[in-house]
Structure formats: C-alpha cells, structure tokens
C-alpha cells in the first residue's frame, strides 16, 4: 500500500490478556517507531528499529512491553498481561532513514477492559 | 532528558497569520520538526530543521535558532482548515536519535 498500515484498528480485551499490535511501513523505509498517544497529548515515544535491529527501547514502559521487526519491515508491538493502564492509542511510523519525516499509521485504539 | 514547550492553545481569524513558538531542551541535538494533526487522524509530517534560519513550504514557514533553542511555525493566510493540533519535535540524546514532541498546541481559526 501507499501508507503505512496498522492492524487491528481497534482492540478491546480484558486485563490479564496478551495483545500483538502489528504495524506495516512503507516499503523501503528504514526506520520504523512505535509510538503511545493520550489523548490532548503528542506521540509518546516507546522504540524504534532501523532495518531489523532496535537501536532503542527506552521508552517502553516496563517488561510487559516488547517489540520485534525480525526482516527489517513489518514490526510487532506486544504487551503481555494487558493492565487498564495500557489503554491508548498505539502508533506506528516509518521514515526513509533516522535523519527524514515520519509517516504515521491510523493507529490502533487498546481499550483493556 | 528532552523536553519542549509550547502553547496549548492559540485562535485566530480566517485570513490572519499565526505564530506557534516551541522551545526545548535536549542533550544531543539532530533538528526541530513539525507535525500537525486533525481530530482522529494521525499526525503527518509539516516541516524539519536542522540548521538556523526560515524554512518556507507554501503558507507554512518553520524557524529555529539552536543558540536559544527555540523554533517557530508561522502560518499563513489562515484556512478553517488549518484548526488542528501542532506538534513541535525534536530529535536528540545521546548516541540515539529519540524523537520527542511536544504536547501540541490547539490551533482554533474561526471565520
């Protein structure tokens, strides 16, 4: 596709649960970020891979919080026994390389119950 | 850490020109960019500076001067359009190229 994807756009499920939010980049694009937004608030940085090779996870919130992007271009964020807490808008974005603009994707909307 | 302020909110009428200040703090700095981003959409991609000075994209003009670190989006010929929210980011830290954003200014443009 043209932009970048992101499946499901919305998940509800119930606390205790595991959850695999699955981002699509643009083709070719080197860098891919995962990011958290609340609402009225910007893009809460979690981590962000070039290629295969996640260069950061400092913003990822604690243990239950672990991402991959094992060929370098569809990436997963999961977060394993799911707490209301978790709740928000998970975006992705990919860039060209580190350097360029970010293309965001719709987002998935986690409601856990 | 990285840090930024800027405005929560900012109105204008249609037709006027509008400012957006940001200023941050960051260890490590790779350049200021701006987003905007439209009731439940996603944030797309307005502007980036890496040096001093304007950079200019049609109605929209970005500024940044790294010695006081402190950016500007300018906006002009005001649209209803434009009522969105802007984020200012910055790209810092050491080794690592962590964006940060703002948390977004609320830009009102009424008739």
């Known amino acids: 596709g043209a932009g970048v994807s992101q499946s499901p756009r919305y998940k509800v499920t119930k606390r205790g649960q595991d959850v695999a939010l699955r981002c699509d980049p643009i083709?070719?694009?080197?860098?891919l970020y995962w990011y958290r937004q609340a609402l009225g608030q910007g893009p809460e940085f979690l981590t962000y891979?070039?290629?295969?090779?996640?260069?950061?996870k400092s913003g990822l919130p604690n243990d239950r919080f672990s991402a991959e992007r094992p060929e370098g271009s569809i990436s997963t964020l999961t977060i394993q026994r799911t707490e209301q807490r978790d709740s928000a808008m998970y975006r992705c974005?990919?860039?060209?390389?580190?350097?360029?603009?970010?293309?965001f994707g719709p987002g998935t909307r986690l409601t856990v119950l | 850490g990285q840090s930024l302020e800027q405005p929560s909110e900012v109105t204008a009428v249609e037709g006027a020109i509008v400012q957006i200040n940001c200023t941050y703090q960051?260890?490590?700095?790779?350049?200021l960019s701006w987003y905007q981003q439209h009731d439940g959409g996603a944030p797309t991609f307005l502007s980036y500076?890496?040096?001093?000075g304007l950079e200019e994209t049609g109605r929209f003009s970005s500024f940044l001067s790294r010695s006081d670190s402190y950016g500007y989006l300018l906006l002009q010929e005001l649209q209803m359009k434009d009522s969105a929210s802007y984020f200012c980011?910055?790209?810092?830290?050491?080794?690592?190229?962590?964006?940060?954003f703002g948390r977004g200014t609320s830009l009102i443009v009424h008739p």
């Open positions: 974005a990919s860039s060209a390389d580190s350097n360029n603009e970010q293309f």
């Open positions: 083709s070719g694009h080197v860098s």
């Open positions: 891979f070039n290629y295969e090779a996640q260069q950061d």
């Open positions: 960051t260890s490590g700095f790779y350049g």
């Open positions: 500076n890496a040096l001093d």
């Open positions: 980011a910055v790209r810092g830290g050491r080794g690592s190229y962590i964006p940060t």
